[in-house]
């Protein structure tokens, strides 16, 4: 069974930085894609923020988050993290980490995902 559990998050101030956790379990690493995603509460659709292949190491990043935001995993191929950088008010959002059996494409940010955390709250004050 796979599972996702998230930890971290919380209130940051802009230019601060935050990471933010995902054990994962029940899965090959280098199987699977996997990635983080955000939703802004009030819209419908969660953002693709970044997708990484752990077989090969490729990653893929939402414009808005480029040279800000860094996936990565453990050695043990255990817990995925984001890494935010330079945070600013508008990554305000619910930050989710998925897994999906699927090639890792910059496409793939803003497909269907089949396996999310249960989700994280990170706000960013001006």
């Known amino acids: 069974e796979v599972q996702l559990v998230q930890s971290g998050g919380g209130l940051v101030q802009a230019g601060g930085s935050l990471r933010l956790p995902c054990a994962a379990s029940?899965?090959?690493?280098?199987?699977?894609?996997i990635g983080w995603f955000r939703q802004v509460p009030g819209k419908e659709r969660r953002e693709g923020v970044a997708?990484?292949?752990?077989?090969?190491?490729?990653?893929f990043y939402g414009d808005s988050v480029k040279g800000r935001f860094t996936i990565s995993t453990d050695s043990d191929l255990t817990t995925l993290y984001l890494q935010m950088n330079n945070l600013k008010p508008e990554d305000t959002a619910v930050y989710y980490c998925a897994a999906d059996y699927r090639w890792v494409t910059p496409e793939a940010l803003d497909a269907d995902w089949d396996y999310w955390g249960q989700g994280t709250e990170v706000t960013v004050e001006a």
């Open positions: 029940g899965f090959p690493f280098d199987e699977y894609a």
């Open positions: 997708c990484m292949d752990t077989s090969n190491g490729k990653r």
